[in-house]
């Protein structure tokens, strides 16, 4: 076996005088696509371009044109429309999630009382009281699908104070953040990291509450990575220009040397 050139699925080789036809045109056309597909697949993630609001509508959730991306495991492929979720007596009183299934190409509006997990397009949560009522209409969209990741450090003593601020380049989704002490310290801990965003001067924790910062004991094993908790649904959407600012709320005697990544994606 040797290594070579690896061509697109479909594509078609015309020779000279031969009369193309539909059925290779269209070959060329779905192969090249795929090909998109995959690529993106490997350099991108599921998320909403735009629209794609949902609202209770009687028994359904009606889902307002949306642009978006789903993953079939291999292929990042495209939706875009609106459409509606009905509910009725056949459906299991529960908390129902919302998404667009890639797995469905033809049917991709889906609703399940098991949160998706793979490269679903989540969209919102609803319950469902089994017969004739929806509420608590949750909005889970998730903003963008380049993934992007900003870093920041302390080298030396850690103490209580805004140790990394950033100046966003883009509009930024927050899908999640980690923190580590090289040296996690010798007493009175844990050290408490918070993170904030807005606009400058105004900067507001983008955390859902004191119990979601990164909470490193000073016991812990040096270097060991910890996640932040839950951040806020509307405070984890920040808009180029805004900035991002990392708080040390507390820490630990002889803490030293600190490491935050916040990543997310651009969108």
Known sequence: MSVALQEFDGK???????????????AMQTGIQKEMEV??????????????????????????????????GTQLLRFYGS????????????????????SAPTAPLVASSVAP???ECILCSVAWN????????????????????????????VSADVVGLLILPDNFWVDGASASLETCGSAAGPTLIDIHGGTG????????ADGDRASIAHDATD??????????ATGRKLTAGQKLLIEVDAAATDAADLAVTIYGRRY
Do not use: H, K, M
């Not at 697949?41 to 991306?69: F, H, K, M, R, W």
């Open 201 to 208: 001067g105004s900067e507001a924790r983008i955390l859902a």
């Open 39 to 72: 690529r993106a697949d490997i350099e991108c993630v599921p998320g909403v371009l735009s629209g794609g609001a949902c609202s209770i509508n009687s028994t359904a959730i009606d889902v307002a044109t949306i642009t978006c991306y789903a993953s079939t």
């Open 130 to 157: 089994g017969t004739d009522t929806l509420s608590a209409l949750a909005d889970l969209r998730e903003w963008g699908i380049i993934p992007v990741s900003y870093q920041f450090s302390v080298v030396g003593a």
């Open 83 to 102: 459409g509606s979720v009905n509910f009725d007596s056949g459906d299991a009183a529960d908390t129902y999630y919302i998404y667009v299934d890639a």
């Open 12 to 26: 078609t080789t015309f020779v000279y005088q031969e009369v193309p036809t539909s059925a290779g045109f269209n």
């Open 117 to 119: 997990t793979g490269g």
């Open 223 to 232: 270097g060991a990575v910890v996640a932040f908790g839950s951040f806020d």
